[in-house]
C-alpha cells in the first residue's frame, strides 16, 4: 500500500504543494481534483502542513475542515499538535475523517506537551466507544 505524502503551504489561494523543505511552491494547489486524481494510485495521504509544522502552536484547522472534505481516501494530518485536546478537535472537526499524526510535541520524540501513554489512551477510548476493535 502506498502513501502519498503532500507538504502543503497556505496561500492567498489556498494550499499549494511545497517541497525543497517546503521552500519551493509547485503549481499544484490542494483540493478536492488533485487529491481525487491522487487517490487513483495510492490507499492513503499524508498531509503537512508546513506552516505550523514543528512549531507545537496549534494545527491548521482550516485544512483540517478542508482535508476532510476533499479527500476520497484515508488522510493523516500533521503539523502544530501542542495537546492531547488536539486529537479530539482534528476528530471533532473532521467528523472522524482526519486522523492526526504528531511529532515535535510527544514526550518520545522529545516534547514536553504531549505525553504518549495519553495518546494511546485517548486512541484506546475512542475505539471503545466506536465498537472498532481495541489496540
Given at each position: 500500500r502506498l502513501v502519498v505524502d503532500l507538504s502543503c503551504r497556505r496561500t492567498a489561494a489556498g494550499w499549494v504543494v511545497a517541497m525543497n523543505r517546503w521552500q519551493t511552491l509547485t503549481d499544484m494547489a490542494?483540493?478536492?481534483?488533485?487529491?481525487?486524481?491522487?487517490?487513483?494510485?495510492?490507499?492513503e495521504f499524508?498531509?503537512?502542513?508546513?506552516?505550523?509544522?514543528?512549531?507545537?502552536r496549534g494545527i491548521d484547522r482550516d485544512l483540517v475542515r478542508a482535508l476532510a472534505r476533499w479527500s476520497p481516501i484515508p488522510v493523516t494530518y500533521a503539523g502544530?499538535?501542542?495537546?492531547v485536546d488536539d486529537l479530539s478537535l482534528v476528530d471533532e472537526l473532521s467528523a472522524g475523517r482526519v486522523h492526526l499524526t504528531i511529532?515535535?510535541?510527544?514526550?518520545?520524540?522529545?516534547?514536553?506537551?504531549?505525553?504518549?501513554?495519553?495518546?494511546?489512551?485517548?486512541?484506546?477510548?475512542?475505539?471503545?466507544?466506536?465498537g472498532d476493535p481495541v489496540s
Open positions: 490542494l483540493g478536492a481534483d488533485s487529491l481525487a486524481m491522487l487517490a487513483e494510485h495510492c490507499s499524508l498531509v503537512h502542513a508546513a506552516d505550523v509544522e514543528g512549531l507545537c502544530g499538535a501542542a495537546s511529532g515535535s510535541a510527544l514526550d518520545i520524540f522529545g516534547g514536553s506537551q504531549i505525553r504518549f501513554a495519553d495518546c494511546v489512551a485517548w486512541n484506546r477510548a475512542v475505539d471503545a466507544r466506536r
